[in-house]
């Protein structure tokens, strides 16, 4: 199954909102490593971590996938997502 760039770019728009909600966690709660967290917070932090990871791991998937069947390469494929999905939200600059 192949993917269409408008495809790619709403996959790029999920992952720039799973990061963002990965910093937010952090600012609020501070470092995970901070050690003054409370259970609830370390399961938040974690679980929007994965949940980025996952979101990108399948971003790159799919990219690589349509650079592969477009016979473009693949950092040209990328500039093309980024710049369709528009900017990061503020908290990722």
């Known amino acids: 199954m192949g993917y269409t760039l408008e495809e790619l770019i709403e996959k790029q728009r ?5 990061l963002g909600r990965v ?9 995970p490593s901070a050690g003054s967290l409370t259970p609830v917070q370390v399961v938040a932090q ?5 949940a980025w990871r996952d979101l990108e791991r399948d ?5 690589a996938q ?3 069947e477009s016979g473009r390469p693949r ?3 990328e500039h093309d997502v980024r710049k369709g999905a528009g900017p990061a ?3 990722q600059r």
Do not use: I
């Open 66 to 68: 349509y650079a592969k």
């Open 75 to 77: 950092p040209d494929v």
């Open 14 to 18: 999920a992952v720039d909102e799973a």
């Open 59 to 63: 971003r790159q998937n799919a990219v």
């Open 23 to 31: 910093e937010e966690l952090r600012e609020r709660f501070g470092p």
């Open 46 to 50: 974690e679980t929007a971590w994965r």
């Open 89 to 91: 939200p503020d908290n």
